[in-house]
């Protein structure tokens, strides 16, 4: 099973439609999860974090599923400006050592169509 | 304005020359960490500095070099023998260790490297 994997897309989805992807990963011991977007050719941003009791902000809802090693990512009423790539994104994971840094999905290629 | 600045935003790297990125951060933070991306890939990590002074390789430190004589710099060295070194190269840094905080990264907005 790879580190962390998602669906790269892209999802073609219509302005103000609701849109859920997941992003499943290997590494039970890691600590913190979060949800980054990366615009075309820029840094990533982050988005929110991600907490099993399940959080949201706004549009956006992330959910936590530690039993099954699953983060969930769902955007309401879709704009047009959240057209971008979704990065899944966790801590290592640190009990017997190993590098510092967070490991990262190779993204979700979402784009809203008018 | 509190930030993390990378320069330049577009190199330009000759057959067997060495170059450098610049990293500086001026939010007093401890941790600081090089990640390279290349096209529909992920983040990797290429060596992180815990405290002034201290660096350690990340998942593919071969071909680079960096140091951490300032607190505020982490400047990365791509070498020549770093055969692949087009790509996107993103600076980040945190409080403290993210292995102690668990706490997420804020980014610089990147140099990209191509071979001339």
């Known amino acids: 099973r790879k580190e962390v994997e998602q669906d790269p897309g892209p999802f073609n989805v219509p302005e103000g439609a609701t849109v859920a992807f997941n992003c499943t990963y290997s590494?039970?011991?890691?600590?913190?999860f979060f949800w980054y977007r990366q615009d075309c050719r820029k840094e990533p941003k982050l988005l929110m974090s991600?907490?099993?009791s399940g959080n949201e902000d706004g549009r956006f809802t992330a959910q936590l599923n530690r039993a099954s090693q699953y983060i969930s990512l769902l955007i309401r009423d879709s704009k047009l400006s959240d057209s971008a790539t979704y990065l899944c994104?966790?801590?290592?994971?640190?009990?017997?050592?190993?590098?510092?840094?967070?490991?990262f999905g190779k993204g979700t290629h979402l784009i809203i169509q008018p | 304005d509190g930030g993390i600045t990378q320069s330049p935003k577009y190199l330009f790297r000759k057959e067997g020359q060495n170059v450098t990125l610049s990293c500086e951060q001026n939010?007093?933070?401890?941790?600081m960490y090089w990640y390279r991306q290349d096209p529909g890939q992920g983040l990797r990590l290429i060596y992180y500095?815990?405290?002034?002074?201290?660096?350690q390789k990340g998942d593919i430190a071969e071909g680079y070099s960096v140091s951490r004589e300032k607190k505020e710099s982490f400047p990365l060295t791509v070498t020549s023998a770093q055969k692949n070194p087009t790509a996107f190269y993103l600076c980040?840094?945190?409080?403290?260790?993210?292995?102690?905080?668990?706490?997420?990264?804020?980014f610089g907005d990147g140099t990209r490297l191509s071979i001339l």
């Open positions: 991600v907490y099993s």
């Open positions: 590494n039970s011991a890691s600590q913190s």
């Open positions: 939010l007093n933070h401890d941790a």
């Open positions: 980040a840094s945190t409080p403290r260790p993210i292995r102690q905080s668990n706490q997420p990264q804020h």
């Open positions: 500095s815990q405290i002034v002074n201290d660096f």
């Open positions: 994104v966790m801590t290592r994971g640190y009990s017997g050592g190993g590098a510092d840094g967070l490991t």
